[in-house]
């Protein structure tokens, strides 16, 4: 039963580099969200999505894009890396769908631990 | 403003110690969710719990109890009998729209 599967788990950037994360779910979850999490901040919604060609912002978006051209995959790019993007970073996905999802617990990948020199 | 504010950063317990982490939100709405989360040493993130707003009855799950009161917007959750195992942060999280809010954890250690 694999879940919520994210890649790579670790990646190192030099300023300026673009590099796309990748996270796929395989329990035909509507809603799928990245955070990104950092000392002290808990975790913040960057991207999210309530289905296949529908994506909206969170709270931090700049910086980052995200297409959702499939039920299962939901990959966040990051444009031109930049120190202050050095993070973890949790792909989660819901039940749910295009109404509001407020009352399903997140599904959480493993993360991915990013460092940009 | 949605927030969520776990103003214990750290907690540091003996095995065996009851230990009770704090979570106070904020929110306009009238339907929202309150969960848990824990983040062992591992690093993934484990749903513990999920309340809605309508239901203020307290939760016990083997050590783990619950306490959710509206009128004090907490939501606090208790450990008895603390166990080494239990050493994780813990997050609160206030759920709304399509948005999760979480607040900054609380790293609670037990040591043996």
């Known amino acids: 039963n694999a879940g919520v599967t994210q890649t790579p788990k670790f990646q190192v950037l030099k300023t300026g580099q673009s590099m796309t994360l990748q996270c796929a779910q395989d329990m035909n979850h509507e809603y799928m969200s990245w955070y990104r999490q950092d000392p002290g901040m808990g975790l913040r919604l960057i991207h999210y999505?309530?289905?296949?060609?529908?994506?909206d912002q969170g709270e931090v978006p700049n910086g980052y894009n995200v297409s959702r051209s499939t039920t299962e995959d939901f990959p966040l790019r990051l444009l031109s890396a930049a120190p202050s993007q050095t993070s973890v970073y949790f792909c989660?996905?819901?039940?749910?769908?295009?109404?509001?999802?407020?009352?399903?617990?997140?599904?959480f990948g493993n993360g991915t631990r990013l460092t940009v020199t | 403003a949605q927030k969520v504010t776990q103003a214990q950063t750290e907690i540091s317990v003996v095995e065996k110690e009851d230990v009770t982490l704090d979570c106070v939100y904020e929110t306009r709405d009238t339907t929202y969710y309150l969960f848990w989360y824990k983040q062992p040493p591992s690093g993934e993130l484990v749903f513990l719990i999920r309340?809605?707003?309508?239901?203020?009855q307290n939760e016990i799950s083997g050590r783990y109890s619950w306490n959710f009161q509206k009128s004090t917007s907490s939501f606090n959750f208790t450990i008895t009998a603390s166990q080494v195992v239990d050493s994780a942060v813990y997050f609160c999280?206030?759920?709304?729209?399509?948005?999760?809010?979480f607040g900054a954890g609380t790293r609670l250690t037990v040591k043996p």
């Open positions: 309340r809605n707003s309508f239901d203020e």
């Open positions: 999280a206030l759920s709304y729209d399509n948005d999760m809010r």
């Open positions: 989660a996905s819901s039940a749910g769908g295009p109404i509001r999802t407020y009352n399903s617990p997140l599904h």
């Open positions: 999505s309530v289905g296949a060609g529908i994506t």
